[in-house]
């Protein structure tokens, strides 16, 4: 009879304890539970900032909590990128990944994060063209008589960027090196400066941003010779691309993407992964982004990862061809 009691004592138990698991497991958190920020690492109204306050508020509302964009502007997109690299891999704190992070890893030393192993790769949102512009005092209304110019003058032809290392940067230097020519470098503060100073012809070309070329473009204050991605750019759909203009395998554009900091779950990254493509492919989502110059690319976790590995292949041998260092 004691037996039995203590049989039945035993069953009882472990029915509570398997009924009061059930109880917890049915009843425990489901991501998202508070708001998740979205980290802009440049400034105001730059194609990362513009990227993440597009995609914020259809995501709040796909995930049922507030989608906070934080730009936090510094030391070439470092600090705010090592701000997430330090957060808690729980999908709270994401950012907003830029060529930066595959131009760093041969260019920065003493980087304060590993960007290919210290982040979880979400989906690559956005690519965006640069746009190859001379002043119309340059002799060279085709990529073919640019390189011929190039040739003629080795060395001596000014081009604008917004920075030593910047993407507009090796822009140019990657094109120097296809088509085995020599500029001189002219490194700017911001991308504004350059497009001033080309504008007023004090340097000959600058590699810069589509949309903000436009205007100049058509009020005959600069002259398009192509753009820099593998396809013709909607923008400017006249416009030829450098590739297809005698350099041919020639891409060198701004991406942007968004990531988390490795090691959250990956049921996480699949639930932000399926939300934020569902957001990109929304039609106001791709117009606004189209009136920035981007296109939306929207692609899996597995293919950005290889993507920013094929980038920081591409730029560390531009970088290393260049001899180019950071001051």
């Known amino acids: 009879m004691r037996l039995w009691v203590c049989i039945s004592r035993v ?9 009061a698991a059930g109880w917890a497991a049915e009843r425990s958190p489901q991501y998202p539970v508070k708001p998740v920020r979205i980290v802009a690492p440049s400034g105001p109204g730059s194609a990362a900032d513009t990227l993440a306050r597009t995609i914020a508020p259809p995501l709040s509302e796909r995930l049922g909590q507030p989608v906070i964009v934080d730009t936090r502007p510094g030391a070439g997109s470092i600090l705010g990128t090592e ?23 041969s260019i920065a030393r003493n980087m304060p994060y590993d960007a290919l192993h210290d982040f979880a790769t979400i989906t ?20 073919k008589d640019l390189i011929a110019l190039a040739r003629a003058r080795p060395g001596e032809l ?11 940067h090796l822009t140019i230097e990657l094109f120097l090196l296809m088509t085995n020519t020599r500029m001189l470098h002219v490194p700017y503060k911001s991308p504004s400066g350059g497009l001033i100073d080309l ?40 416009v030829p691309t450098i590739a297809e203009s005698g350099v041919p395998g020639y891409e060198a554009v ?52 290889d993507y920013m590995k094929a980038e920081a292949v591409k730029w560390a041998k531009v970088v290393k061809a260049a001899g180019i260092r950071l001051e």
């Not at 997430?84 to 131009?103: E, F, H, K, M, Q």
């Not at 000014?158 to 507009?168: C, D, K, L």
């Not at 005959?220 to 759909?237: C, D, H, I, M």
């Open 124 to 143: 690559l949102g956005v690519k965006q063209p640069n746009v190859f512009a001379v002043h119309p005092s340059v002799p060279a209304k085709s990529v």
């Open 199 to 238: 504008m007023a012809g004090r340097v000959a070309l600058m590699g810069t941003g589509a949309i903000a070329t436009i205007p100049h473009l058509r009020s005959g204050r600069l002259r398009a010779l192509a753009v820099t991605s593998a396809t013709r750019t909607s923008v400017l759909p006249d």
């Open 11 to 19: 069953i009882a138990a472990s029915a509570a304890c398997l009924a």
């Open 83 to 105: 701000l997430v690299a330090r957060a808690p891999p729980d999908g709270y704190t994401l950012v907003i990944a830029t060529p930066a992070l595959a131009i760093n890893l």
């Open 254 to 305: 701004g991406w942007f993407g968004v990531m988390a900091p490795a090691g959250t779950p990956k049921e996480i990254i699949v639930r932000l992964h399926n939300e934020i493509v569902a957001v990109l492919n929304q039609a106001e989502a791709r117009e606004r982004l189209k009136a920035d110059g981007a296109d939306v690319v929207a692609d899996t976790p597995d293919e950005f990862s």
């Open 158 to 168: 000014p081009y604008a960027s917004s920075g030593v290392g910047a993407i507009s």
